[in-house]
């Protein structure tokens, strides 16, 4: 497969949105980029006259890490699509770094529930995908990132559900992406690994400076990793609340008085 075949929605690292990581631009793995901040101004989506997203203003700080909860079928992924610039609003704006998004944003990067790993490609080819200038070392020190390291030369198909999202994560991060989409990245996994994913995900979002969107059907995981969580319903905001709390938010009872707040919206 060439990377002309590579598509953005799948998560890979495509030819043209190398800029971080492979042109000099000066930025190693140890230097952070900035969050960029999306700003949507009166977005609207429809499909066939049907809308999905009325009307949404929504303003994103540069590296928040926003959550978006809400039922099936509500928008969220739309959502992320419109701010990843794969889709168009019917009407209204959707703005990243202050500039209208045109096509699939550079400084983007998706995860989705399934880490869509190329099963002809070993651990480290699957993560520096898109080759170029010292791919191998950029895609090692990803790994390296998410704890990896060691398995870089096996096949994906020898790794558990919870190692493939680490790999997809590092095929992530290995373009050093100032917006993080993550569309219910371990809505497929077990309790714990699910835990150990989120402590993972906190430290590297918090070490990188990105701004993350995490959409998901698990209010808690909402709440354990947000600064903020948005219910979408109906296609608007119902709600959109701080999350308030120090982390890591060990505090049970207060995480919970949170959920069971927010469900109620959703
Ligand atoms: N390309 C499309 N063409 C037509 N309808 C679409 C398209 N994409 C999404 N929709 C519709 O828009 C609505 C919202 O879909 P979306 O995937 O954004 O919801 P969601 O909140 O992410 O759902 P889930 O939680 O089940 O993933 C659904 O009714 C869906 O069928």
Not at 32 to 52: C, N, Q, T, W, Y
Not at 183 to 201: I, K, N, S, W, Y
Not at 232 to 242: H, I, K, P, S
């Amino acid at each position: 497969m060439t990377n002309a075949l590579l598509h953005v929605e799948d998560g890979y690292f495509v030819p043209e949105l190398t800029r971080n990581s492979l042109a000099p631009s000066g930025r190693s793995v140890s230097s952070p980029p900035k969050g960029l901040s999306i700003e949507l101004k009166g977005a609207s989506k429809a499909f066939d006259h049907r809308v999905v997203l009325d009307r949404l203003n929504l303003a994103i700080e540069p590296g928040e890490f926003v959550a978006v909860v809400g039922r099936s079928g509500g928008g969220k992924s739309t959502l992320l699509r419109l701010i990843a610039g794969l889709d168009r609003p019917s009407a209204g704006e959707v703005a990243v770094g202050g500039a209208a998004a045109q096509g699939a944003h550079p400084a983007a990067r998706l995860m989705f529930q399934d880490a869509r790993l190329l099963p002809w490609q070993r651990v480290i080819g699957n993560v520096g995908i898109a080759r170029g200038p010292n791919w191998r070392d950029l895609a090692q020190a990803a790994l390296d990132e998410v704890g990896l390291g060691d398995r870089a030369n096996e096949w994906p198909s020898v790794l558990s559900g919870g190692q493939r999202q680490r790999v997809a994560l590092a095929r992530a991060l290995v373009s050093r992406p100032d917006i993080l989409l993550l569309d219910e990245p371990f809505g497929a996994l077990d309790a714990m690994t699910r835990v150990e994913m989120h402590q993972l995900l906190s430290r590297i979002w918090r070490e990188h400076g990105f701004t993350a969107i995490l959409i998901t059907h698990d209010v808690s995981e909402a709440v354990a990793l947000a600064d903020r969580v948005i219910v979408l319903r109906e296609g608007a905001v119902a709600l959109d609340l701080a999350v308030d709390l120090p982390r890591p938010r060990r505090d049970e009872d207060r995480n919970s008085q949170l959920a069971s707040r927010i469900l109620s919206y959703v």
